[in-house]
């Protein structure tokens, strides 16, 4: 048995954004849901989430956009550790601390990973022995992106997103972000837009395409750029339309491929190399197009508990 000098009395976990190298949509389910088929990869833009013992449930949240996330119970971080404390029979309360690097409300999934952040630190510090099923089964009830945040890497998302199969991928490639100049956009509005345009059309259950897949075997950005898609892009496009104005001018520049992350209005730019992508950056900033780039490169890790204080 621990000893309670043992216990920590706070777990941090780190946890990086998402981009969707391809995102096929399929019908919408009576559920309101898409069937997806997605080839999610982890890039190296993290948020941290402290799960710390202490009187009442709460959390607190610093960093980029900070003043964007709410602080009550809709914050998906609270969200998700309450969820476990309820699957686990009940357990003392938390305080989460969180600090974002992560563009809210931009298609990287930044609540999500929030949310995987805030299961596995309450974990570690509850000590509930849960499988990895079963941390998988609470993350997809949080939201169809949660359970990739918890694996990581590249990986196939089916189902509406939360059924995970990671993928044969080499190498590292290079991406430059332009997130939102203003706000963010809804993620069930661009799905919605995607139905209007698609209404009364026949649409197929999606499968990834092979030649993504063999691109990614191969670690090859040349080959991977042509094949990049997503079939939300024309919705989000529709709905901001200066994020159209931002993939047309990082083509311009020479970028390998540009396209809309997730439900947007964030810009994937992938670049051959760290050069290009610096290149790019500084051409995209000086253009006045994007007045605020991140870079960063994938896939990287899922969420994981980095070390912390201990009594
Ligand atoms: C756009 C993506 O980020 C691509 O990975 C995801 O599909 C969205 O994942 P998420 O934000 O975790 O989504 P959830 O919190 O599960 O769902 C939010 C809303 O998005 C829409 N939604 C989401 C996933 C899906 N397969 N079909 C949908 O139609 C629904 O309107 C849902 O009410
Ligand atoms: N911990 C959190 N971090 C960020 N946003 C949060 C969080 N909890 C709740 N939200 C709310 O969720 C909304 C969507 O934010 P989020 O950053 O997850 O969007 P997103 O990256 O577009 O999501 P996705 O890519 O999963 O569709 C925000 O407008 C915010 O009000």
């Not at 990973?113 to 630190?121: I, P, T």
């Not at 972000?177 to 197929?204: H, K, N, Q």
Request: contains cysteine; glycine residues 10%; proline residues 6%.
């Amino acid at each position: 048995m621990t000893s309670p000098l043992e216990s920590p009395m706070a777990v941090t976990v780190r946890v990086p954004a998402k981009i969707n190298l391809e995102l096929f949509v399929g019908p919408r389910g009576e559920d309101g849901y898409h069937s997806l088929a997605t080839v999610y990869q982890a890039v190296g833009i993290h948020d941290e989430v402290t799960a710390a013992y202490h009187n009442e449930w709460g959390c607190s949240v610093s960093g980029r956009d900070a003043d964007r996330v709410p602080t009550d119970e809709s914050n998906l971080a609270l969200k998700a550790a309450r969820t476990l404390a309820e699957r686990t029979g009940g357990q003392d309360p938390v305080h989460l601390s969180i600090r974002k690097e992560i563009p809210v409300a931009g298609g990287m999934a930044g609540g999500s990973a929030d949310a995987a952040a805030a299961l596995l630190a309450c974990d570690a510090l509850w000590e509930t022995g849960l499988s990895k099923d079963d941390l998988d089964e609470v993350a997809a009830e949080i939201g169809s992106d949660v359970p990739f945040l918890l694996h990581g890497g590249t990986a196939v998302g089916s189902g509406r997103g939360e059924v995970i199969t990671a993928v044969l991928a080499k190498g590292t490639y290079h991406w430059v972000f332009v997130p939102s100049l203003d706000t963010g956009l809804s993620t069930p509005a661009v799905y919605r837009a995607f139905d209007e345009r698609m209404a009364g059309m026949a649409i197929e259950d999606p499968t990834p395409s092979a030649t993504l897949m063999s691109a990614l075997r191969a670690g090859d950005p040349m080959a991977l750029a042509p094949v990049l898609d997503n079939d939300l892009q024309p919705d989000a496009i529709a709905l901001r339309p200066d994020i159209g104005e931002v993939i047309e001018a990082a083509m311009g520049f020479g970028a390998l491929a540009a396209i809309v992350s997730g439900s947007g209005p964030t810009v994937a730019v992938l670049a051959e190399s760290t050069e290009g992508a610096i290149d790019l950056a500084v051409s995209l900033t000086a253009s006045g197009v994007a007045g605020d780039i991140l870079r960063a490169t994938g896939p990287v890790a899922g969420a994981h508990i980095i070390p912390t204080t201990r009594v």
